[in-house]
């Protein structure tokens, strides 16, 4: 006998009477702002190594999101990835049983319009074209990952079991908490909390801090899961770390995203500064790859070769990839510092994390996503976002203060506790899909309300 869905929202004001479809029927839908996989699932041709095979075409979160996909294919009646904007619309079965449908709908359509009710005319249409291609497919659970009021309403006219697992606290909500809306837009977020409130089953936030800026917003605490995509270990703790004065050997440490574009042009130019001032740099590059293993690609760091070629520091950088989180925290801990020249879409990024667990100092830029947990000379030292020339002195700061580098290695601890995360995305999904006593049990222990991020608040 398959596992079957509850049949009532326990959460809200009223209870939402839901139709009991066994786990062996469900149709899960997964809907996504903005994800076209269907190239890159042209050219799988071993289902058993998927994440090796498309490491170099997509993003970890992509391969995350497909990987589990693929799994949970075989456990429902079908399962499909929508994304709410794409440049056409399409609708494709694959071979690994995941179908791939867009909406033909772009950002773009609604931000041009030369009047008021051409923008609302255009807009209303995006709207209707969102809810027939979706209603198409007949879900009976939806995994909601953006802001769609459209098809939050559709999903509550039709009762379908909907869970909501966001990857950023949506805009509206935001400018709600920054008192910036009109009164339209007021109107239309308070729909969208009253939506979230009594019809959705969980509201998940990427990690601690956007949650708790979604408890903020006016959605209910009892029913908010901070979740990550993944969850490093340790077997054993490491030690607090110390610095010895007029150290001339640097590591220095970056783990994220190797492509153009993710801060590391900044980090090689930072790196020939402090070569020039006469320290024995070694830069090792990471790549982050959420608990996979999978070899670098070729053509993923052809650039980054290229580059540190033409540097002429070849001899002072090394790149890595393929580290399980266990081989990761080691290098980081050997490192002198982990250095954070531009956030990743992780929240928190690995590196900072892994630093943290570590307890390896942090020189990291002042991007405002990353304000909410480092704080300059507590338990960071952070440097203007762009300027290779400040990170490198705030480099040599650090690295020529031994009571404020080992004050930073002992601040990791606090930190850390408010950046744990429990519940994986994957995790939180495959609970409330099971709906046995103890999946419901396990969502509950994770909740805002359960008392295990109180000092993150």
Same mark, same amino acid.
């Given at each position: ?32 702002? @903005?994800?076209?996989?269907?190239? /890159? ?5 071993? $289902? ?50 995941? #179908? ?10 609604s931000t041009i319009p030369s009047s008021a009710l051409t923008r609302k005319k255009q807009h209303l249409k995006a709207e209707r074209q969102l809810v027939k291609q979706v209603s198409e497919f007949c879900p009976t659970h ?8 459209? =098809? ?35 109107? #239309?977020?308070?729909? =969208? ?12 936030? @990427? ?12 959605? /209910? ?22 610095? $010895? ?61 290229? #580059? ?20 990761? =925290? ?18 928190? $990024? ?8 570590? @307890? ?15 704080? @300059? ?10 300027? $290779? ?69």
């Open positions: 006998m398959g596992l079957s869905i509850f049949k009532t929202n326990i959460l809200g004001s009223r209870a939402v009477q839901l139709p009991e479809i066994p786990l062996s029927a469900a149709r899960l839908l997964i809907v996504l702002k @903005h994800a076209d996989y269907r190239q /890159a699932l042209s050219s799988v041709f071993m $289902p058993e190594d998927l994440y090796g095979q498309l490491s170099g075409q997509l993003s970890p979160v992509d391969l995350h999101i497909l990987t589990a996909a693929v799994r949970w294919s075989t456990q429902v009646q079908e399962i499909a990835i929508f994304s709410c904007q794409s440049s056409v619309a399409y609708s494709e079965s694959t071979y690994l049983k995941v #179908r791939l449908f867009g909406s033909g709908v772009e950002e773009s359509e939806m995994v909601m990952c953006t802001e769609s009021l459209p =098809l939050l309403s559709w999903a509550k006219r039709n009762k379908i079991r909907t869970i909501a697992l966001l990857f950023d606290c949506p805009a509206s909500l935001q400018k709600r908490l920054q008192q910036q809306l009109s009164l339209a837009q007021r109107w #239309r977020s308070g729909r =969208l909390i009253n939506q979230l409130n009594k019809y959705v089953d969980w509201v998940g936030g @990427h990690g601690i801090l956007a949650s708790l800026r979604i408890e903020e917003s006016g959605i /209910a605490s009892q029913k908010i899961i901070p979740w990550e995509w993944s969850q490093p270990t340790l077997a054993e703790p490491y030690p607090y770390k110390e610095i $010895p004065m007029q150290k001339v050997g640097i590591e220095l440490i970056y783990i994220g995203p190797l492509e153009a574009g993710s801060g590391i042009d900044d980090l090689l130019e930072a790196t020939i500064r402090l070569h020039k001032n006469g320290y024995r740099i070694s830069l090792q590059l990471i790549r982050d790859t959420l608990n996979q293993t999978s070899p670098v690609d070729s053509e993923e760091t052809a650039w980054l070769e290229k #580059r540190v070629q033409a540097l002429g520091i070849a001899e002072l950088v090394n790149v890595w990839a393929g580290l399980s989180p266990e081989q990761m =925290l080691a290098r980081v801990h050997a490192a002198d510092l982990a250095v954070i020249p531009q956030p990743s879409r992780a929240d928190p $990024p690995l590196g900072v994390t892994l630093a943290m667990a570590a @307890h390896t100092p942090i020189v990291a830029c002042d991007h405002p996503s990353l304000e909410s947990y480092l704080y @300059h000379n507590a338990n960071a030292v952070i440097f203007p976002t762009g300027n $290779p020339r400040s990170m490198a002195h705030r480099i040599e700061r650090v690295i020529g203060q031994p009571a404020l580098y080992a004050q930073l290695s002992e601040a990791s601890d606090l930190t850390l506790d408010k950046l744990k995360v429990p519940a994986r995305w994957d995790e939180l999904i495959e609970c409330w899909l099971g709906d046995r006593p103890y999946d419901r049990q396990r969502l509950a222990d994770l909740a805002l309300t359960s008392g295990r991020y109180d000092s993150a608040s």
